[in-house]
Structures are given as C-alpha cells and as structure tokens.
C-alpha cells in the first residue's frame, strides 16, 4: 500500500466518478482502475462498487476511506513541518453552516497560503453532513451552532464521532431581511410581526428535524404557516428580497458578500446561540486550519465590537 493509491481512492470517493477522478489526479483510466484494484485486492477490502450508474462506496469502503484520508493528512502535516509548506499542492477544506463570516475567514486563508498551486474546499453544507465530513476527514473544520434545542443532540454526535466543539461566540437570534422588508424599519422585530411573511430556512435532506436546522428557531417554535425550504445562500436571499422573506440567525452579515439588500434586526426572544468549530479529537491542526481558526476570531471579533457598541 503506497500513499499514492491512498489519493487515488480519496480521488475516486470525491468525485465518485472515474474519468474526474482520474484527471485529479493526472493518469489514465485504466491506470486509475487498476491501482484502486491492487489496493482492494492488497487490503482485502472491497472500496468501491461499479456499475453502469458509476460508483458508490461501500459501507467497509467508507470506514477505510476514513482511515485513509487521516494517513494522507498526517503525512502532508509531515511534509509541512519539514519542507515549511513552500512545495507542492496546499490542500485544505472546511464544511459549515451558511455564515458570512465562515466564507470571509476561508478568503483570508487562500490569500495567505494560496500560492501558485492550490486545492482548497469550501463546502456549505446540511449539519448533519458537516459533521459526517469532519469524522470521515473530509474536511479538517466544521462550523456549526449549538443552541438549547439542539445542543443534547449534537453533542452527543460530537461525542459519538470523536470530535470536539470549540466555541467562537454566543450571540441573540436576529432576523435576516430584505431593506425594503416592511418590517425593515422596526428597532426589534417579535414572532408575531413575523407571521404574514414567508420563513426561508436550510433544507436538510434526510436528517430534515429541528435538532439538525440551521436555524435556532423552527416553524413549531411559533406561530409560522408559510415556510419555504432551500439548499443555497443566493436562493435565500433572492426569496428573502422577493417575497418579503425572512429568515432567523445569528446577525453577522456582511455586505461585502451578501449586498447591503440584506440587513438584521434583533428578534425579541431569550433564546441564544453559539457557533463554533467541530474537529477531530487529538489530532494537531494543520498550519491551514491553524489560520482558519485565527481568521474566525477576527471576523466574530469583529462582529462582538459592533454588538458592544
């Protein structure tokens, strides 16, 4: 087993095609192919099953993957500590909930690492995934919040999948508007000034309850009879401007990324919550996430000064 046919299966598991696969990671086809073979055939594990449809990975394939990903991050830390970073390929991914802030900080570690050669990931994703991602070692950080609905449950996710919450900033729950919200010109908004409008929230796909929803308050928390489920942040705002939408977060915006369309108003409840970052328990982070997480002070630093103020 080399760690070259460990980036192949990494390759071929996050593309789960292998025409993609293979032009990652610069051979053939067939070579690709046969290098996934002779590492099944050596592990004596079956990684990937093929088809006609492509290629899924398999429930031992996917424990295996994560072991692998952990090998290949271990030896680029080996690489980092030795060569300081200045060669090859940097390589980096974070997965979070849709923040503004989360986007920013990731902006600031491409400027400072990206270099002529990079492969960095972002990926906004369902909670639920986040976390899948930090364990499987899909990406060294999550960004998640906790709140007292939430916080039993993903806790002990946190716990299961050996990983650890480190908190950045507890905020009160404001509301995500359009400028032109009727709404807009209120100092504080209650639940019930929310009632004519429609509540856009983050679709969750199979893990759709309101332990994993991205927002701290779901539709039966109030009284809420229009509600609109979507997958993206420019959807969101879009319906947000559109439909005199609304939707409840923490308030850290930034119009840089979002326009100045959008703005929060603090909503009037007791509720709180807390967003942090998830990683793998005991492992050293690398010298990426190592900036990732200074950049998240700044950007909530920044954002705690305005609160202050």
């Given amino acids: 087993m080399t760690l070259q046919q460990l980036k192949y299966a990494v390759a071929v598991a996050d593309t789960l095609n292998i025409t993609e696969a293979s032009k990652r990671v610069f051979i053939s086809q067939p070579s690709l192919t046969a290098a996934i073979h002779e590492l099944e055939e050596e592990m004596g594990v079956t990684i ?16 295996f993957l994560s072991y692998a990903r952990q090998v290949l991050e271990q030896a680029a830390l080996l690489e980092d500590h030795y060569k300081g970073g200045e060669n ?3 390589i980096f991914s974070v997965s979070c909930q849709h923040y503004s802030f989360a986007v920013n900080a990731f902006v600031d570690v491409i400027r400072k690492f990206g270099g002529p050669s990079y492969d960095f990931t972002l990926r906004e994703t369902q909670t639920n995934e986040i976390i899948d991602d930090v364990t499987k070692m899909k990406s060294e950080i999550g960004v998640l919040y906790l709140s007292g609905k939430n916080e039993k449950v993903i806790r002990n996710l946190i716990r299961k999948n050996n990983l650890v919450f480190e908190p950045l900033f507890t905020t009160p729950l404001h509301v995500f508007m359009s400028s032109k919200n009727p709404l807009a010109k209120k100092e504080r ?12 929230t983050y679709e969750q796909g199979n893990f759709n309850s309101f332990y994993f929803a991205e927002e701290p308050l779901t ?3 109030f009284d809420c009879p229009r509600n609109i ?8 705002f879009n319906l947000l401007i559109g439909l005199d939408g609304y939707t409840i977060c923490s308030g850290v915006i930034s119009h840089k990324l979002n326009g100045k369309e959008i703005i929060a108003k603090p909503l009037s409840v007791i509720d709180k919550m ?4 998830v990683m793998r328990k005991s492992v050293t ?5 190592q900036a990732y997480i200074a950049a998240l ?6 954002k705690e000064k305005r609160d202050d103020s």
């Fill in 48 to 63: 990937f099953n093929r088809s006609n449809k492509g290629v899924t990975i398999t429930n031992e394939g996917d424990e």
């Fill in 88 to 90: 090859g390929n940097t």
């Fill in 189 to 200: 908004i209650t639940l019930a000034d929310l009632k004519p409008f429609p509540y856009l």
């Fill in 219 to 221: 539709a039966i928390d």
């Fill in 229 to 236: 489920k979507v997958r993206d942040r420019a959807t969101l």
């Fill in 274 to 277: 807390t967003i942090g970052y």
């Fill in 285 to 289: 982070p690398s010298r990426y996430a």
């Fill in 297 to 302: 002070m700044r950007h909530c630093h920044v």
